[in-house]
């Protein structure tokens, strides 16, 4: 692709072979209805320039950005590339100028060179001409009509002659300003000629004066040059020997015109040639997309088929070693599926094709999701692992959730990655909290951190971000974002860090920070820079601060609109209902934690805290004691304690027992002790005695769906159904999975299975068919299907042709029967069937493109049953409802 760097490069190292030109431009053909596409591609809007031809500014005041649109017309010329000694003509409409507009439409009806008459050169006020040619997108015959070359024209190039400084260089080369006068004329119209050079002083009627004709390439345009002599006349050898030279000085002034107008000529072929690279190589980028979606669909669809059927598997009777082999094969499988959706990422980034879903999310139930992802592996290594949100964070949010998930969980899969020590923890607090509280900030002393190992300090990872500079706004004028939340996320880590030497690539696509990282710890080094561009969609920035065998800090920051406050405008299908809030059965009771770390106090009582608990932090149990004795503390249902504590609270804890007891004699708290291994040798039977010698024990990473269960296990409630772990409770996917009729339309038999197989697990009667056409004989209405799930890509009629023929039919039966809703054997019919795309083309099937064909939802292979009845249960739960 040409950008304004390389044109103005290229134009820099050529300006040799254009000695009298003061810089070339180019500007590129717009019609109207491309006018808004392309000032959205080039970041500026089209400015107009007649009012700079009548009232001229000083260079001092020129200033671009504050000149008026281009007004409406036909068609526009916008200056797109220039030499950097005129660049101030980028943004300049060619056509809104009157000598630029009959020179640009002269020159592409002709095909030849075209020179401007004499004007003020904008910016610098002085005298010049611009010499114009037409840029073809194809090579035309000698003989094309002026209607066949203005429908090929693809743009303009000009060169731009500043006068004096052109005539005065050859004259100091050629004669001595103190001997001769020169005055060039533009005679074209002879009754009102335009001096364009006028160096002469007072003159007698009987100096010797010559004149001479002077051809600029322009056939149109006549030029003179008059030549006089200062001093008396010379002796006749004198005088033959200067008008001979005078005639050089003209010939050679037209020679150098004619060799300027064949150089344009040459910049013109050279930029023809480099807009046919440039289509070369967008259709290149195409085709390498259209590889991608089409290698992709290749590999993600028997993908499909191998992890549905693993899945399946595990529900039958094994044994453990066949488990784990499932397991691995499960695991193995995902990470495919994972590096496959990072180069495609990628190459969507690259073709500028990634877009960004508006819809409500729960923001805590989505980091809760994440966490469940790494749990697993930080418990492995003894990490702690930890997730604070803000109070001052709205709990629903308007953005895209999937791809906030995927930047934190990049930026936490790394963090664990190269973690085997310490924590890592993420912060989400708004950016007002961190412009107006220090405290907001951890510190780097060990006793103020997570797990008490030192980190960097987090401000220098966000220190440079615009969003703090007192000259830019918080909050950037988008015109979606009516009430808009700034976010600012922190991912830190204790780890290896990241070495000095590689810290300045780090967001480059495919670079790790050395060979051995691949090796070892695997990946593809896209994860970041796909994170960076994610963020930029989100009009948010992203940095860090890492320093080698203490640990790193990502923070970048996000932009989304309150949910709260658009509840009407967006629809309400994403929101995470999975989130656990105050629950009835834990309000009014209290907790006691025991931990003498801040900041994981603050971590624990945060989660503690989203079930309605009201949660006291207490260092050490010696304080508390004293805490029941002098501050009257209310009666304390439950304790949590640090693991790390329980050995040294032997003898604390039996006196700080007795205290309570003394103060309610009914007072029997039930004991928790947080850790961060699923191996502490400390677990019980879910029992408690006075003093017990094996507490329950609830193991992190905290998140409230966890600690919900774990207390109602402990605590004696009625063991509720939970949504937890971001998956949705099996037993309410049989309730509203039993009994309904399903039609799976997909050309793939082993498509057809797996998603038969998950659907009919909770209870569904599935149809299975393996073309369009036959699902659209189906879905005509009457029907008695409660939903379909459509594969996109199917021979003869694929999925985006049959939905649009189903809706078709509905809306015929609607107009039949009114509301449509008709009857059929006394059973209700409904008219509108759900319909949920199936595909493995992640680049064209995009969610915009079923939505616009009637579909109701989005599933992208290879999806698990979850992805499937997830959908599904949206539609089922509001007709329950």
């Known amino acids: 692709m040409v950008l304004q760097r390389t044109f103005a490069r290229y134009a820099e190292r050529t300006a040799f072979e254009r000695p009298l030109t003061s810089g070339v431009a180019y500007a590129v053909r717009v019609l109207h209805s491309e006018r808004e596409q392309f000032e959205k591609h080039q970041g500026w809007t089209i400015k107009r320039m007649d009012i700079l031809e009548q009232k001229p500014v000083h260079k001092d005041d020129y200033e671009p950005e504050a000149l008026e649109p281009s007004p409406v017309q036909e068609e526009y010329a916008p200056v797109i590339f220039a030499q950097d000694t005129v660049s101030h003509v980028i943004s300049l409409d060619l056509l809104s100028g009157k000598e630029d507009r009959d020179n640009v439409l002269r020159a592409r009806a002709s095909g030849k060179g075209v020179l401007t008459a004499p004007f003020r050169l904008i910016k610098t006020n002085r005298l010049g001409v611009i010499l114009t040619f037409a840029v073809y997108k194809m090579d035309l015959p000698s003989n094309a009509t002026p209607n066949e070359r203005i429908q090929a024209t693809a743009g303009y190039i000009g060169g731009i002659f500043h006068i004096q400084s052109l005539v005065e260089k050859l004259l100091q080369q050629l004669a001595s300003k103190q001997t001769i006068d020169v005055t060039v004329l533009d005679t074209t119209n002879q009754s009102y000629p335009i001096s364009m050079y006028d160096s002469s002083s007072n003159t007698s009627d009987n100096d010797l004066s010559y004149v001479s004709m002077l051809n600029f390439g322009d056939p149109l345009r006549k030029h003179e040059m008059h030549c006089r002599f200062k001093e008396k006349a010379p002796w006749p050898l004198l005088e033959m020997a200067t008008s001979t030279g005078i005639l050089v000085i003209a010939l050679l002034l037209g020679h150098i015109f004619h060799a300027t107008m064949i150089r344009i000529a040459k910049v013109e072929d050279d930029c023809r040639k480099m807009m046919e690279l440039k289509k070369r190589a967008e259709a290149a980028d195409v085709a390498k997309s259209q590889f991608l979606a089409t290698v992709s669909h290749e590999i993600r669809t028997p993908m499909n088929g191998v992890l549905g059927m693993l899945q399946m598997l595990m529900d039958t009777d094994l044994d453990v070693t066949q488990q784990d082999y499932v397991r691995t094969a499960q695991e193995s499988g995902k990470a495919l599926v994972s590096l496959i959706n990072e180069v495609l990422d990628q190459a969507k980034i690259e073709s500028g094709k990634l877009e960004l879903e ?81 405290d907001v900030e951890t510190e780097s002393s060990p006793q103020n951190t997570l797990s008490g190992f030192p980190v960097p300090k987090r401000r220098l990872s966000w220190s440079k971000f615009r969003s703090f500079s007192q000259e830019v706004p918080i909050c950037p004028s988008v015109s979606l974002i009516s009430d808009p939340i700034n976010l600012i996320v922190s991912v830190e880590d204790t780890g290896e860090g990241i070495p000095l030497e590689a810290q300045s690539r780090i967001f480059t696509p495919f670079v790790q920070v050395g060979p051995s990282i691949s090796r070892t710890h695997g990946g593809t080094g896209i994860g970041l820079s796909i994170s960076k561009y994610l963020v930029g969609l989100m009009n948010g920035e992203i940095g860090f601060v890492s320093i080698p065998q203490v640990g790193s800090t990502f923070t970048f920051t996000a932009v989304f609109n309150n949910g709260h406050s658009n509840l009407g405008e967006f629809g309400g299908p994403q929101i995470n209902t999975q989130s656990i809030l105050s629950t009835s059965e834990f309000h009014g009771m209290t907790a006691l934690l025991v931990d003498p770390r801040p900041v994981r106090a603050k971590l624990s009582r945060y989660h503690v805290q989203r079930l309605g608990i009201c949660v006291e932090v207490v260092p050490d149990l010696t304080y508390g004691s004293w805490s029941v004795l002098n501050c009257g503390m209310v009666k304390i249902d439950m304790i949590l304690m640090e693991e790390e504590l329980w050995d040294d609270s032997s003898s604390s804890l039996p006196i700080f027992l007795n205290h309570l007891r003394d103060n309610d004699p009914g007072a029997v708290p039930k004991l928790f002790l947080l850790t961060n291994s699923v191996s502490s040798s400390r677990t019980s039977n879910g029992t408690t005695t006075a003093i017990p010698s094996k507490p329950a024990v609830i193991t992190k990473p905290l998140r409230a769906s966890m600690i919900a269960t774990s207390l109602r296990r402990v605590m004696g409630f009625r063991n509720r159904t939970d949504l937890r772990n971001g998956e949705t409770s099996r037993l309410a996917l049989r309730n509203l999975l039993q009994g309904r009729k399903i039609l799976v339309v997909d050309d793939n038999d082993v498509n057809l299975k797996v998603a038969a197989g998950a659907l009919k697990k909770y209870g569904a009667d599935v149809v299975c068919e393996n073309s369009g056409s036959k699902a659209i004989s189906l879905l005509k209405p009457p029907h008695q299907f409660d939903a379909c799930f459509m594969d996109i890509q199917m021979p003869v009629i694929d999925g985006f042709e049959a939905t649009k023929r189903i809706r078709e039919a509905e809306r015929s039966f609607s107009g039949e029967y009114g509301r449509g809703n008709g009857s059929q054997d006394g059973k209700a019919v409904n008219c509108h069937v759900p319909i949920l795309a199936m595909t493995a083309d992640v680049i064209q099937a995009t969610h915009e493109e079923c939505i616009q064909c009637g579909m109701d939802g989005y599933v992208s292979k290879p999806f698990e049953a979850e992805q499937l009845y997830r959908e599904v249960s949206q539609f089922f739960a509001s007709q329950t409802n």
């Open 358 to 438: 508006a819809v409500q999310f729960d923001l805590r139930a989505t980091l809760d999701d994440v966490l469940s992802l790494f749990s697993g592996k930080s418990q492995e290594k003894g990490v702690e692992l930890g997730v604070y949100v803000s109070d001052r964070v709205p709990k629903i949010l308007i953005g895209d959730p999937g791809r906030f998930r995927q930047i934190i969980t990049n930026l936490m899969g790394n963090s664990i990655k190269f973690t085997d020590r310490g924590h890592v923890f993420v912060t989400v607090h708004l950016i007002e909290e961190v412009m107006d509280s220090i």
